[in-house]
């Protein structure tokens, strides 16, 4: 019995091997290599010293495997293929097949392209199910145990890759009937009046809309404060508050409920927006087809938001 020390043997001579035991010729296998007829030769002296088995000798014109040889060469042809598919990128994930959870850490802003994307995954991977995470803490940390993070495309996060997407504009949401804006909204009506403003979570930094009000030497009281960007808009078709929100969001809710949407009467930013994930999974084909497809989703909206806001 003569043992093998995998970690002692050179793996390209298991293809070498297969290619001999297939030709039955040095000068074929070679060919079928794309190496050299004397580096095959030589891969076929440390085969035999490795295996302790001369693995082909001579017969006639032709070569011919020993037992041994002719016992290998089916299990390594399978053990070869296995190989090659496992470290393919090509058919290492199949959607339709496919049971995999993909978890997406996304903020409410962006909570409006996640029906499309659903029933998008639904009919490409039946079998693939989706866990939405609201963001915590940094990015990094939010993505532990998640795919991937929507997030503002202004993080720089070690061991992370970013893939920008787009901007999100600021549009001010109000009942059409609103008594301060029966004309131009200006600043002094829109401060005028209370907001409705989102903390998610106590002692959050000042929003995008308080930075841009201090800037411009402003104050605006906040008469109510609520946990989601999806609940305000219904608050809003109630009251006379004043809601300042990602006109990507609002815009479909401000349609069905017969909401205005206002430029702001101030310069707020937009916001640039990325998708980020661990490096670690930037190879991965299932990771590929996620990312892409929440990729395209977030473009869409976007998109086509940015086109009616133009319009408008």
Sequence with gaps: MHDVNLSQLDLNLLLALDALLTERNVTRAAARLGRTQPATSHALARLREALGDPILVREGRGMTPTPRALAMQEPLARALAELGRILSDEGAFDAARSERRFGLV??????????????????????????????????????????????????????????????????????????GVRARLTAK???????????????????????????????????????????????????????????????????????????????????????????????????RWFRDRVAAHVLEVLTAAGTAARRG
Aim: proline share 10%; glycine share 6%; charged share 20%.
């Design 106 to 179: 996304c903020p409410d802003l962006l909570a409006a392209f996640l029906p499309e994307l659903l029933g998008d995954m639904t009919r490409a991977a039946p079998r693939v199910s989706l866990e939405v995470r609201a963001p915590f803490g940094d990015t990094a940390a939010a993505l532990e145990g998640a795919d991937l993070a929507l997030a503002p495309a202004t993080l720089d996060v070690a061991g992370l890759v970013r893939r920008g997407l787009g901007r999100v504009s600021w549009a001010v949401l109000a009942r059409r009937d609103h008594p």
């Design 189 to 287: 009506r829109w401060c005028a009046y209370p907001h409705v403003q989102i903390r998610a979570r106590p002692g959050e930094t000042p929003s995008f809309v308080d930075v841009a009000l201090q800037q411009a030497g402003l104050e605006r009281r906040i008469g109510l404060h609520v946990p989601s960007f999806l609940v305000a808009p219904e608050v809003v078709s109630r009251t006379d508050l004043f809601f300042t929100a990602p006109a990507e969001l609002v815009r479909p809710l401000a349609e069905r409920l017969g909401l205005a949407m206002h430029r702001p009467p101030i310069a707020i930013p937009d916001i640039p927006v990325a998708a980020y994930w661990p490096e670690r999974l930037h190879a991965d084909a299932g990771h």
